[in-house]
Antibody, heavy 118, light 110 residues
Framework: EVQVVESGGGLVQPGGSLRLSCAAS????????MQWVRQAPGRGLVWVSRITSNGRSTTYADSVKGRFTISRDNAKNTLYLQMNSLRAEDTAVYYCTRERGGTYFDFWGPGTMVTVSS | QSALTQPPAVSGSPGQSVTISCTGT?????????VSWYQQPPGIAPKLMIY???NRPSGVPDRFSGSKSGNTASLTISGLQAEDEADYYCSSNTSSNTWVFGGGTKLTVL
């Protein structure tokens, strides 16, 4: 069974840092591109970042470019999102997703909540 | 990276059909057959319902169908059931190799 499970969320002060992890199982992780999507409380889904299967190419939304870094460890079947210089507007549930066909997200984790507040 | 445009809410009675629209631009929906749709009940992670405009993943009922005309994609749910009540989001690739979602549509089954 395909599973992706996020962890690492929590409360952080503005300007602080946090690293999210996403543990994948049930599929050959190193063969798949992976992505992060977030959802602020009561708001819609927003695409955050994407990484290729070998980790050599990454893409970011303008709103997080220069502050967030996506990475992966294929030996550990784990995806990461390093978030620096956090702002109140980064408060959201962060979802790890598996990308298919270069176009869509076929499996989603339950999400991890990040709250940026003083 | 402007969001795709969806109606905030739609509603229908059990057994009826509803259609949710998703309007983009020449940089996303219009130029690519890469529109997908996601169902999100309250407090639960999104679930893929339609990919590449009109394809259904295994396990999704054939009551769900997708289409596209120009810069507008549509999700149609026929034979509405109470369990279909949820938020629905469209998504598309863009010309800058990013992704964009719609603002979401709340479906109420009356």
């Amino acid at each position: 069974e395909v599973q992706v499970v996020e962890s690492g969320g929590g409360l952080v002060q503005p300007g602080g840092s946090l690293r999210l992890s996403c543990a994948a199982s049930g599929f050959p992780f190193s063969n798949f591109y992976m992505q992060w999507v977030r959802q602020a409380p009561g708001r819609g889904l927003v695409w955050v970042s994407r990484i290729t299967s070998n980790g050599r190419s990454t893409t970011y939304a303008d709103s997080v470019k220069g502050r967030f870094t996506i990475s992966r460890d294929n030996a550990k079947n784990t995806l990461y999102l390093q978030m620096n210089s956090l702002r109140a507007e980064d408060t959201a549930v962060y979802y790890c997703t598996r990308e298919r066909g270069g176009t869509y997200f076929d499996f989603w984790g339950p999400g991890t909540m990040v709250t940026v507040s003083s | 990276q402007s969001a795709l445009t969806q109606p905030p809410a739609v509603s229908g009675s059990p057994g009826q059909s509803v259609t949710i629209s998703c309007t983009g631009t020449s940089s996303d929906v219009d130029n690519y057959n890469r529109v997908s749709w996601y169902q999100q009940p309250p407090g639960i992670a999104p679930k893929l319902m339609i990919y590449d405009v009109s394809n259904r993943p295994s396990g999704v009922p054939d009551r769900f169908s997708g289409s596209k005309s120009g810069n507008t994609a549509s999700l149609t749910i026929s034979g509405l059931q109470a369990e279909d009540e949820a938020d629905y989001y469209c998504s598309s690739n863009t010309s800058s190799n990013t992704w964009v979602f719609g603002g979401g549509t709340k479906l109420t089954v009356l």
